[in-house]
């Protein structure tokens, strides 16, 4: 079953606010990353991130890795109906092993 | 396109047979995943290939699951005797040797058990 806890399970939102949805753990992680999944499709790379207080940016999007490794966030700024889907977040720690959560999902109204 | 792809996108069967479904990886990529995704949660590992040969296999990898790589390239999933509870998304992921993180996903099988 799932280890990390991922929240919010939802979201609504106006199109151009901001959005800020985090994952935890209570093990550690080597790596974190952040997809996005559209529906009927599979979960697309967002960001990877590979060091304790990492912040990396993509666009519109910046993720970081926690300082104690056992937490990661993904900010959204000034979002579009694009936006649109569910945010997974996974944690990696050996030579295989990827735990995702169960998901955040976005709505932005116009 | 140089992505993942994966046959068929759907598939519905009725329970008790036997399914299969097929991914082609990135083709430089030797490590290949499966998961199994099921409504309103993340995919969850069920096994994976460095090149050819499988190393892991999750418990949710019960023996009605087989999956194979032969060649080092495209790998297949077969599911035998299926059952109602095996309805769910087929996902797969290629990744590079280093980097094993950065997992890309094709777009996946959904299959429906009746």
């Known amino acids: 079953g799932q280890q990390l806890n991922q929240s919010p399970q939802s979201m609504f939102i106006q199109e151009g606010e901001d959005v800020s949805m985090n994952c935890t753990s209570s093990?550690?992680?080597?790596?974190w990353l952040w997809y996005k999944q559209d529906p009927g499709e599979g979960p697309v790379l967002l960001i990877a991130?590979?060091?304790?207080?990492e912040l990396t940016s993509n666009g519109r999007l910046t993720a970081q890795f926690g300082i104690t490794r056992k937490d990661s966030f993904l900010n959204i700024s000034a979002s579009i109906p694009s936006d649109v889907g569910i945010y997974f977040c996974a944690g990696g720690y050996n030579n295989n092993d990827m735990r995702f959560g169960a998901g955040t999902r976005l709505t932005v109204k116009p | 396109d140089t992505g993942v792809s994966q046959d068929p996108r759907h598939k519905i069967t009725k329970r008790g047979q036997n399914v299969t479904f097929r991914c082609d990886p990135i083709?430089?990529?030797?490590?290949l995943y499966w998961y199994r995704q099921t409504l309103g949660q993340g995919p969850e590992f069920l096994t994976y290939f460095q090149n050819e040969a499988q190393l892991e296999k999750s418990r949710l990898l019960s023996d009605r699951f087989s999956a194979e790589r032969p060649k080092g390239s495209f790998s297949t999933l077969e599911i035998q005797r299926t059952e109602q509870g095996d309805s769910a998304m087929y996902l797969c992921?290629?990744?590079?040797?280093?980097?094993?993180?950065?997992?890309?996903f094709g777009p996946g099988t959904r299959l429906l058990v009746l």
């Open positions: 992921a290629s990744s590079p040797w280093e980097g094993w993180e950065t997992q890309y």
């Open positions: 083709s430089e990529h030797n490590r």
């Open positions: 991130l590979y060091k304790a207080g």
């Open positions: 093990s550690i992680f080597n790596t």
